[in-house]
Structure formats: C-alpha cells, structure tokens
C-alpha cells in the first residue's frame, strides 16, 4: 500500500512539472520537439512536389556563362521576357534590386558627365519588362534595428482583412524593408517578402506568411503568388485568444501558429520540384511545355550568392524551394499544423501515460514492467507520427516521453529501496514503538537531556469508545491483544511519521507528544494533522478488521450495535510541561509531565460528553497556521482546574477531502458550522431566547455533524430562561472528568 502511494505521489509530482514545463519552459524542451518531429519527416521519406511548380536557377552554370551577379538588368529582363513569351503563369523573383544598375550605358556615361540620352537604361528596361510580364516582385524585411533610416514601404496588390484582431497583434515586426529601386517598385504590379526565419537551431521549419510594419500588413512572396494565382482580391487574417488562428483566401484555409507562420511540410531533400538552369532559359534552350501555365520562382542554389538554408531533410537547402514548398501546401491544402485543442489533448495524454506507467510499475515482473515501457513509448511515437504525417495534426512527444520514463525509472529506485527496507524488520519493529529521534537522542543524549527540561510541547490522547463492550465480545483474550495490536500499530506509525514521539499505551489509550526532545516548527499542526490522519485512516481500518475471522463476534457485537468496530476520542493540548528521564535507577522512561498534560487527558476525556472526535484547547489552537474546519464547544473549567479553557472541535482539514469524515458535503458542513455559531454568540451575550431558536433549528437538521451540543445548549438556554443568572460569563463548570 505504502509503495503504491509513494509512486502515486512521483505521478503527480511528474505530471505537474512537465505541465509547468508545456507552459512556462518551452525554451527547455522545444528544441528536443523539433528534432524528433523532423525525424518523422525524414523517416515519411521523401515525396514529389507539384510539377505546376518550377524553379529557375541561378546557379553556377548561369553565372559561369553569363558572369557573376548581379548581372545587368538587361539580361534580368530578358529572362523575364522569354518565361513570360514561353507561357508561365505567374513569376516570383526570390531576389531584390535595391541599388541602380552601375554597368547601365546610361548610368555610366552619366557618372562621366557625358550625354546619355539616347542609350539604353537597363532599370528602365526592366522596369518596362515588369510590367508586361506576370512578375510578382521581391524584397527583404530587415528584423532587426541595424542602424540604418527606414525608407519607404513595400507596394502590395492585396486587401488584407483582419478578423477580431486582439489589443497586441503576435505577429511579427520588422525594423525597415529593403526594397527595389523606385523606377522598378513603381512599375511592379505586387511584391512579396521572402524572409525565411530559421528556429534556435538554424533550421528552418517555418515561414512568416504575414507581417506587421510599420501598421500596415504585408503577405510574402508565396502568399501573394498564391493570391493572384488563385484570382483573389482580400487575404483574411483570422485570430484567437492566442494570436493568428489561420489565415484565408478564398477557399483556401492555412492554418498558422500565432505569430501568423507556416509550417512548412517539406517535400524532401533539394531539387524536389524541376530546377532550370536560367542561362538555358536565357538562351531559349528550354522546352517551353517546362513553364507553360505553371508558376516559377526565380532564385539561386549557387553557394556563393548566400542564400542556401538548413531544412529538416538536408543542411544546404536552396531558399527558393523553401517557398515551393510553401506554394505547393497551400495549393495542395497539405498542412502540418498545432491547433489550440491539441494543447488540451497535449495535458490529457501527459496524465493519461503517466497512470498508465504507473500501473505498469505495478506489474510483479520486472521484465514485463521494461517491455511494457517499451511498448508504450512505441506506441506514443507511433500515434503521434500517423497523426502527423496523414492527418496533419501535431502533438507535444517529448514531453510525455520524458514523463513516463523518468517516472519509470523513479518508480523502480522506489521498489529496489523499499525491498531494502523490508530487510531490515528487526530494526523497524524497535523504530514502531518510539521513534526513531527518541531512540538516536536518548542514545546520544548527555546530562542535560536526562536530568529533564522545561519546554512546551503538544500532548495528545486518544481513547477507543466502547472499549468495554468490545472486551466482552473479544471472547478469549488472545482475540482482543491482536485487535489492540491491529489498532495500535497504523495509528502510533502515523504519529511517528508525523514527527510525534509515542510515550506510552495505557490500556486502550495512547500518549504521544510533540516538539521533545527534539524542536520541531509547527508542533500544533502537526499533532492536529496526525490526529486527522487516525480519524481518516479508522474506515479503512474496520473494514480490515471486519474482513478477519478472528473478529467475527467482535463484528456482529458492532453491527448488532450500528456502532463502528473501533472508534476514537481524541485530546490535544499545547503548554509548558518537563520532559526528560525520569523513574528510578533500575527502571525509567523518556516522559513528560505537567499540567499541559493533565489538560490533554481531560480534553480527550471531554470528546463522549460533547460528541467530539477531536477536541482542542485554544492554546493549541492559538498556534495553528494550517486550515482546519473548527467549531467552538464550550468555555469550561474541568475538574480540578481553576481557569476557564475554550474547547474546540476540529471537524477536519478545511478542503474539500475525497473521503470526509462526515456524512454531509463540505458546503452543508460549513453552512451548518456558521449557523452553530451565530446561536453560540447569541448565547454568549445571554440572549437565550434567540440562541434556543437556532439551536433547536439546528438540531432538527437531518444531516447534523453534531449529535449531542445542540441538545447540550438546548438544555442550557431552557434552564436560563426559567432561571436568569444574575451575572453570566458564559463559563460552564465541568465536575467530572468527561
């Protein structure tokens, strides 16, 4: 039982860190996230993209031939001018023209002061092919402050829309753009930003499909091909409490993070879509059924031109393909995406696997609890690959990995130490009869300690109800010494475990205290909670008891009775007491005395008499710091006490607990207690006639918590009513000890 509980607690322990890791430490974990979920593209293979796509190359080849780059603007144009002459549908250009032309006739001859009228300006000529030709041009956003004045805006055919668009927009922000010219931005029918964003690790996984600069919003490269291809006008930005939802045109839905990026569902390695040299495009060496109806994208796979990425499948990837790829998605509505649901789904499977792992550690064998580990996080890896790869949906695998394999392993440590501790019996059993501070104190101890102190501590006595009766039906002695012994043995291990040392069993009753020889914070407390423990524990215990033999007329005595096997009274007491050895020199004890103690035995013997199972002074009461359910009893005076002491009943720990003490749920009892004690303040002020009212309310409560107080102030008020007191103090005078 011990051992289920402790791996229980791990569980819960488990599962609440990787929670507040999901949310607060991504950072941590995600970077492990994105490599296992490019591992499952890797292992998908690789697939052909969309042969409608196509993409001209400036590669080595091109620049061999027709020189390095940037080439003039003439020849630009003349490539733009064949694609277009040839049949394609829609050109992207994942390049930027932001300086002039310098080997332009025209710009030369005039850095010279020559006349230039009459040569060619290649700006101007592309400029002029751009705009009779279905060019969509390029350009960069600069992300990040680099010290240089923004100049200008992106020029953009799309209407974009925003829809339920929160106070702060997630997404993404630039510091400037780097345009084209102005003769060529001007000429351009729409332009798009071909920024590609890779993640911490340099991989890019993702594209921003939109950002925000300066206020206005402006689509990429591929978004805006992707919107004149399909003949649409408006681009919608749909959001959520999160941030970007999806983003729509027309019927095409693509679904985003919040900072408005696509993940990207990469085809394969480089050269999944056909690749044409430019040069052979140039030169006219190409079939035009290459590029008839279909969309280019114009870029560069050559090493030196620096614009080759890190993709999941291959380390030098061509940036031009990224947004193929992109392209392809969107036309194909082939997404991998991670809708707001699927963090509920994230944090029910974290709880789901851990339970599961927890009953695997359950298991007798050790070699099933491995095999089945093994299965479960095949099984986990399994389910999240086909939701990824066929249903485009992804879930966080790292996280209930980590869970359930730390939980394994923290659960098998638990099992190797506590078979160790099964080992050792012979010591357990000496520990179950003090504990194991007395026993290292008391054999450490010097003069001081055994000469006896004078310190405060906690008392506790607890008494069982009905004790004659079940020594009467015990039958034969043995029966009741092992029913004793049943009883005895849970309740002083909790009160070990809670820090408490047991000092003696007087019959049926049992004295521990707190706070000696060793100080311990928070003594009250701890007292209070064992004491709570016991009265948790007793179910649990009659139930055991009912199902042994040995008890069976002990059983029908109870039963005949409507009374539980065995039921407690408990008295907790703070005060100053001596403790220390004490006795004669053949035999003594680690004991403590006092009137604190005194004061504990008669509170415990008080519980019969006010139908309490637990019952307080307000010393003890005065030096708790957790939350208890209280109800005030009675201000008294017991036998042989001079001094009024308040009596306090602890119904139990003031949260809502799975298996209560009483009968009633929380709320009743707390509606039932502020009742009870608005009648005790009526009383109080001497105004029985209204304290009778409530009281006799309360006791006609079907589900009252208290059987016998109500009747008790009944009782009281009644009698003060026919009889007034000349002075009342509130103060009731106890003549016996319960």
Known sequence: MRKSLTQLLFTFMVIGSCVA???????????????????????????MGDDNIVIVDIDEKSLKTLGQWPWSRDKVAKLLQNLSDFGAAIIGLDVVFAEADNSSPQHILKQFGLPYENLPDYDAILAQTITQTPTVMGYVFALTPDFIEPEGHPKSAAIIIEHERP???????PYRAILNIPLIQQKAYSSGYFNTIPDNDGIVRSIPLVMEYDGVLYPSLSLEMIRIALGEKKINIVYDERGVSQIEIGEHIIPTDFYGRLMVNYRGSQHSYEYISAVDVYNNHINPLQVKDKIVLIGTSAAGLLDLRSTPFESVYAGVEVHANAIDNILHQDYIAKPIWTVGVDIISLFVVCFITLAILLLPSALFSFIALVVLNLCIIFIHYYSMIYQGVLFNTILPLVAI???????????????IRQKELVKHKFASKVSPAVMNNILSSNNDVLEGVEKEITIFFSDIRN??????????????????????????????????TVDKFIGDAIMAYWNAPLSIENHADKAVSAALEQLHYLPKLNAL?????????????????????????????????????????????????????????????????????????????????????????????????????????????????????????????????????????????ARFSEALSCFEALQKRENKTNEAIYTIYCERCSHYIAFPPASFNGVFVHTTKG
């Open 545 to 685: 008891l009912k199902t042994n033999p040995e008890f069976a007329q002990i059983v029908s005595m109870s039963e005949a009775k409507t009374v539980p096997i065995i039921d407690i009274g408990i008295g907790i007491n703070t005060g100053l007491a001596i403790v220390g050895e004490m006795g004669t020199s053949s035999r003594s004890d680690y004991t403590v005395i006092g009137d604190a103690i005194n004061l504990g035995s008669r509170l415990e013997s008080l519980c019969k008499y006010y139908n309490s199972h637990l019952t307080i002074s307000n010393f003890t009461k005065s030096l708790l710091k957790g939350s208890y359910i209280f109800r005030f009893l009675d201000l008294v005076t017991v036998k042989g006490k001079s001094e009024p002491v308040e009596v306090w009943q602890i119904h139990d720990f003031d949260t809502p607990q799975k298996e209560p003490l009483y009968n009633v749920s929380y709320e009743e009892l707390h509606e039932e207690l502020t009742l009870h004690h608005e009648a005790i303040a009526l009383y109080k002020e």
């Open 467 to 500: 004790f004659t009766a079940l020594s009467e039906a015990a039958g034969a002695p043995k029966h009741l010494i092992h029913l004793m012994n049943a009883y005895m043995d849970p309740m002083s291990q909790i009160i070990i475990r809670a820090g408490g």
């Open 405 to 419: 394999n730390i939980l394994f392993i923290i659960g098998q440590a638990i099992n190797y130490f506590l078979e």
């Open 21 to 47: 890791g999901y949310f607060h430490f991504s950072p941590f974990w995600q970077p492990f996230e994105y490599k296992i979920k490019d591992l499952m593209l890797q292992s998908r293979g690789e697939i």
């Open 167 to 173: 106070a702060h927009s997630s997404l993404i922000k």
